[in-house]
């Protein structure tokens, strides 16, 4: 019961879509209707600018921080804090307020990650390497998507070499998927040497 009730605070709490509503509050737009249709930060940067990516990248990850604190204050199963981050990362990809029509779940996983470096007793390194995988991999390329799958590639392989526990070792893993999954499209275009480069970030 209380893998359960997580699962659904988890989803509600990660379905709320911050994109949507900074674009529709602040901007008067509905960031659905231009470039990638995407309700995620990287999305948000291209339609609205960098500040309102960032706000949106930032909000998205500590609501999964939000729900995996809450997780591991109802539950007391070793993986109600993994379930309650799961559901909320499904929750962002797939939000019921909006249709289902939501994120790519990067920010998602670093919610996760923080989560396990500011409640789960981690080390820093959990939530710093893949971001400064990230952040390289972005510098160098320009492509988001391509930074997102490779900063969560890593992030699976440093939980992988230092931990033991197989609740946070499966969590990772099902955000990687999920992420290569939403980014399906992103693949194919990378593969065909067309994918979108940014320049919402200077």
Same mark, same amino acid.
């Given at each position: 019961m209380e893998l359960l009730l997580v699962s659904v605070i988890g989803y509600l709490i990660g379905a709320i879509p911050f994109?949507?509503?900074?674009?529709? $509050?602040f901007y008067n737009t509905d960031?659905?209707?231009?470039? +990638? =249709?995407?309700?995620?930060g990287s999305n948000t940067g291209r339609v609205l600018g960098g500040k309102a990516g960032v706000a949106v990248m930032t909000l998205d990850l500590l609501k999964v921080t939000l +729900? $995996?604190? @809450?997780a591991s204050r109802i539950g007391s199963h070793s993986w109600s804090m993994a379930i309650g981050a799961i559901s909320a990362g499904i929750g962002h990809c797939y939000p019921i307020y909006?249709?289902?029509? =939501?994120?790519?779940a990067v920010a998602a996983l670093y919610g996760y990650l923080? /989560? %396990?470096?500011? &409640?789960?007793g981690y080390s820093p390194l959990v939530f710093f390497l893949p971001l400064c995988v990230f952040?390289?991999?972005l510098a160098a390329f320009k492509i988001v998507? @391509? +930074?997102?799958?490779? +900063?969560? *590639? /890593? *992030? %699976?392989?440093? &939980?992988? $070499?230092v931990d033991s526990h197989t609740s946070a070792v499966c969590a990772v893993a099902a955000f990687v998927v999920l992420i290569v999954l939403r980014h399906k499209g992103n693949i194919r275009r990378l593969i065909?040497?067309?994918e979108r480069r940014i320049r919402w970030i200077k």
């Open positions: 994109a949507y509503i900074i674009g529709k $509050a960031v659905r209707e231009k470039g +990638s =249709g995407n309700l995620g +729900s $995996a604190f @809450l909006v249709h289902f029509r =939501g994120g790519k923080f /989560a %396990l470096w500011i &409640i789960g952040l390289l991999t998507s @391509l +930074s997102s799958i490779v +900063s969560s *590639a /890593a *992030a %699976l392989i440093y &939980i992988c $070499a065909a040497g067309n």
